[in-house]
């Protein structure tokens, strides 16, 4: 398997013949596992690479929807004030 990660992703089977990689999100995640070849890359490390964005921008939402005051940012995380069971 090769992997070209500059210019436009180009990702090439055994074959040589290219592969499709389809949707935006999975095409970040194997370039963003192609940048350390070979080696284990956290979970955590991947959320945090690659979806701290799209993360912000859900709670940016939520805060619209329900007031900026009910979903706080805290400790490296949200919580949502008076959100229980019920």
Avoid: C, F, K
């Avoid at 074959?15 to 956290?42: H, Q, S």
């Avoid at 912000?56 to 949502?80: I, N, T």
């Amino acid at each position: 398997m090769r992997i070209g990660i500059l210019g436009p992703l180009d990702v090439r089977g055994e074959a040589a013949g290219p592969v499709g990689v389809p949707g935006a999100r999975l095409r970040a995640l194997l370039i963003r596992l192609a940048r350390d070849p070979g080696r284990t890359v956290a979970a955590a490390r991947l959320i945090d690479d690659l979806w701290h964005d799209a993360l912000q921008a859900q709670v940016s939402r939520l805060r619209a929807l329900l007031g900026r005051e009910l979903v706080e940012s805290r400790d490296g995380g949200r919580r949502a004030y008076g959100a229980g069971r019920g």
